[in-house]
């Protein structure tokens, strides 16, 4: 296996994980970042990000020496005399005005290293970037001597590691067939399919894989209200549906909304995207309109079952809100479905208690105004009319649900993720809610 000098330009999670991993597959790499104080704690193996494995690489690769931090891209061009083989951009693409890609940090990293990228170095774009930006940075490059490819991170969060050294598939893009293997020569150990094809295929992969992982999500969420007003069990009807190989069991689970970082950005970008081909991709608008329903569907739920009422209102309720992470394993709040669910209940004027495990009441998170949050899910519950799942954190399942229920002041639960045992909460005294399980 060749060892390559890799450059990561950003350390997010997409770049901690890569700059970590390909130093775990033998390569020397220098990650960089512009935000000063975390360089230096990641100089300490401090990780911000709750990402199983990842301290452990990282500490792995600092001491062997293939992994190091540094401050700004300028500094990783010059880190070794000869600079890097490959420069991988692992910056954010936020959602920007109206739903469309903000590349301007990418685009800045460009510039900067426009001048200081050794001749054959490739450049590589693993942020998700709508599709004709790796043409639009070598235009921006201007170097005929440097390639750029695209190769898309499948990445989950709180399983970042295992999947980027358990991929389902490589693939890169790129005009420049050598630079493209040369990109898929760095996972060679892994094994993994390898899709070889040119820039806008590798960037529409990703936007296409997301996009239709929503529209699963979206359609059991659906299918899951259907069963909701036919008497059917959901449990049963995805489990049915997922012994055909053709559609498969991962991805089936009903919830309060999909959230996270990638797909409620990548469904506005397909939009977009598909938009200004002069194309009406009316299946991801429906997508991503069922998504938000889905959200309201769940203050229905728990408007119907606080007040015994379709309309009733739900003024001055007070509701116990467990987990506000967009799924369990991990601390984020992006586009957290439980947010979304918090922010419509408070507008209908219910007074917020919550409590999840990766949330510290001392730490206030600005998305959380209206929330009071609490490390102890006895005391989130205390006088509550209501208690709503709304993060399937396993820990939830082993709480006493029977003095939880001595503790509320209705004994009603609503499971937005069908995650307890729907016998365990009734034995506990509860009503159990869940979705599409009438
Ligand atoms: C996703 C993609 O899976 C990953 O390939 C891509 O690189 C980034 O976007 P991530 O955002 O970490 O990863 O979360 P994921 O595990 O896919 O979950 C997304 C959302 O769907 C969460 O809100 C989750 O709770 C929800 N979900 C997921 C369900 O409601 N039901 C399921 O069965 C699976």
């Known amino acids: 296996m060749f060892v390559r000098r890799i450059a990561v330009v950003g350390t997010g999670y997409v770049g901690l994980t890569t700059g970590a991993c390909l130093a775990s597959l033998g390569h020397d790499v220098v ?7 975390k360089v230096e704690r990641l100089r300490r193996g401090e990780i911000d990000i709750l990402e199983p494995g990842l301290a452990e690489l990282v500490a792995e690769g600092m001491a062997a020496g293939r992994l190091t931090f540094v401050l700004g891209a300028t500094s990783a061009m010059r880190h070794t005399a000869e600079g890097p083989e490959v420069m991988f951009l692992c910056v954010p693409t936020p959602m920007g005005v109206g739903g469309v890609a903000d590349l301007s940090i990418v685009e800045a990293v460009v510039e900067e290293v426009r ?78 399919p390898t899709v070889l094809t040119d820039a806008p295929s590798a960037e529409l992969v990703k936007y296409a894989a997301n996009c239709f992982l929503a529209m699963k999500l979206s359609y059991v969420n659906a299918v899951a209200e ?21 559609i498969g069991q991962a991805f089936l689970q009903p919830g309060p909304g999909w959230g996270g970082s990638c797909l409620p950005k990548d469904t506005s970008a397909m939009l977009q995207l598909a938009d ?44 116990a809100l467990f987990g506000l992470t967009f799924k369990a394993g991990t601390d984020d709040l992006r586009d957290s479905p439980a947010l979304a669910v918090a922010a419509l209940l408070r507008q209908a ?19 959380l ?26 820990e939830f399942r082993s709480l006493d649900w029977s003095r939880l229920a001595e503790s509320v002041s209705r004994p009603t639960v609503i499971d ?15 009503e159990w809610i869940g979705i599409g399980k009438s």
């Not at 990650?31 to 104080?37: E, F, L, T």
């Not at 259907?226 to 053709?246: F, Q, S, W």
């Open 115 to 192: 001048e200081l990228l050794p001749p054959g170095c490739v450049v590589v774009n693993k942020s998700t970037v709508p599709v004709g930006t790796a043409e639009r940075t070598a235009e921006l490059l201007g170097r005929d001597d440097v390639a750029v490819v695209s190769n898309p991170e499948f990445l989950r969060e709180g399983s970042a590691v295992y999947d980027f050294l358990n991929p389902d598939r490589i693939v890169v893009g790129g005009s420049q067939q050598d630079a493209a293997e040369r990109v898929a020569a760095l996972y060679a150990r892994l094994g993994a």
């Open 369 to 394: 105004t209206g929330v009071t949050v609490v490390d102890d899910p006895y005391l989130a519950a205390k006088d509550a009319e209501a208690v709503v799942v709304l993060t399937e954190w396993p």
């Open 349 to 367: 004027g219910a007074d917020l208690v919550g409590y999840d495990p990766a949330l510290r009441p001392d730490n206030p998170h600005p998305d």
């Open 416 to 430: 937005t993720r069908n995650l307890l045992d729907p016998a365990v909460a009734r034995r506990g005294g509860f």
């Open 276 to 319: 200004a081909a002069d194309f009406e991709f009316r299946l991801i608008r429906a997508t991503i309109d069922t998504n938000t329903r889905q959200r309201q569907r769940m203050v229905e739920k728990v408007r119907l079952a606080v007040t015994g009422k379709r309309g009733g209102s739900l003024s001055h309720k007070r509701i």
């Open 31 to 37: 990650c960089a970042d512009v935000d000063a104080a």
């Open 226 to 246: 259907l069963c909701d007003r036919l008497g059917a069990d959901i449990t049963d009807v995805t489990e049915g549906m997922g012994y055909d190989k053709r």
